[in-house]
């Protein structure tokens, strides 16, 4: 007996690749509800700093995992927790008789999606925790070259979570392990790498950082009593220069100037782990009824429409 499989569309590119928009658009022609995959615009005190689609904007969809949790409470939104929510958010939206759509810039969290066995079975632990958080990405890092290269050779170096949950891999088991990747079964998933050219999304993230600049300092000043200057930092891009800006070390066209540089570096940064990603998705023909499928597009248009409806009948 073939079982009718659930089906989850994907959407994922890199900074100012125009992800939000698009699946505004595409949930509003296939009755749709969004799904945020990202760490950071999960906290509602940086909408403008994360770059989180603002109420104003949504258009009536309803957005999941955008500002619900609060950086003042030591909430955390890791790729573990993330994963244990986003199934049953997933269930959820099918449940109703409308789509989930996940968007976002991620794709080590889209990977915990599509694949099972993806995470370690390590427990995180919070004492460890708290004493790496004191440590720079630089000593993280090399900790782990020093104790698994190849790890090191393939972890983001500019990215404090990831390095933490490694060095704490590391010290318990003595390396990381790397996952047999296996796709789940249970879901049909159409997967949507939205790319432009690379000067076009640095312009692109100029223009939309300078439209963000004066509430991503008002946010920042806002937590500055709040939370820790370590905490606020940790959030990378622009707020790893915060501290330099109030110390006057650096004036504010100067602060607006960094922040632009880190958010084109994490873009770049973006395109290579996503063009990775999407090359090794294993898509299958639909006539062998396996689960996976993907599109690579540079814009909006009605033949993506028209593909995911297909899809979605």
């Known amino acids: 007996m073939f079982i009718r499989k659930k089906k989850v569309i994907l959407i994922n590119g890199p900074t100012a ?8 658009e595409l949930a509003k022609k296939i009755n749709g509800e969004i799904i945020s995959v990202d760490s950071r ?30 950086l003042l409470k030591n909430n955390e939104f890791n790729i573990s927790n993330f994963q244990k929510k986003v199934f ?3 269930d959820e939206i099918l449940e109703k ?6 968007v976002g810039g991620s794709s080590f969290f889209f990977e915990s999606v599509i694949y099972k066995n993806f995470l370690p079975e390590i427990k995180p632990d919070l004492e460890i925790r708290k004493e790496l958080e004191k440590k720079t990405k630089e000593e993280l890092y090399q900790e782990i070259l020093e104790k698994d290269k190849k790890t090191a050779e393939r972890i983001d170096k500019n990215n404090p979570a990831r390095l933490i949950r490694a060095v704490e891999i590391i010290r318990k088991n003595g390396f990381v392990p790397e996952q047999k990747k296996t796709l789940r079964k249970k879901y049909f998933f159409y997967e949507i790498f939205l790319y432009d050219e690379r000067e076009k999304i640095n312009k692109k993230i100029e223009n939309n950082f300078l ?6 300092l008002k946010e920042a000043e806002i937590l500055r009593s709040k939370i820790s200057i370590q905490k606020l930092q940790q959030l990378g891009l622009a707020y790893k220069n915060i501290f330099n800006f109030w110390e006057g070390k650096i004036t504010e066209k100067e602060f607006i100037k960094l922040g632009i540089k880190e958010e084109q570096k994490y873009a770049k940064r973006q395109i290579t782990y996503l063009k990775k990603f999407f090359k090794n998705l294993p898509e299958k023909k639909w006539w062998n009824f396996k689960n996976i499928k993907k599109e690579k597009f540079f814009s909006h248009n009605e033949m993506l429409f028209e593909k995911v409806i297909n899809f979605l009948k």
């Open 41 to 70: 615009q999960v906290f509602k005190e940086i909408p403008y700093f994360s770059g989180a689609v603002l109420e104003s904007e949504m258009d009536g969809i309803k957005h999941h995992f955008v500002g619900e949790l609060s």
């Open 17 to 24: 690749s125009g992800k939000s928009s698009l699946a505004i």
């Open 88 to 90: 049953q958010k997933i």
């Open 211 to 216: 439209k963000r600049a004066d509430g991503i």
């Open 97 to 102: 008789g409308k789509s989930p759509i996940l």
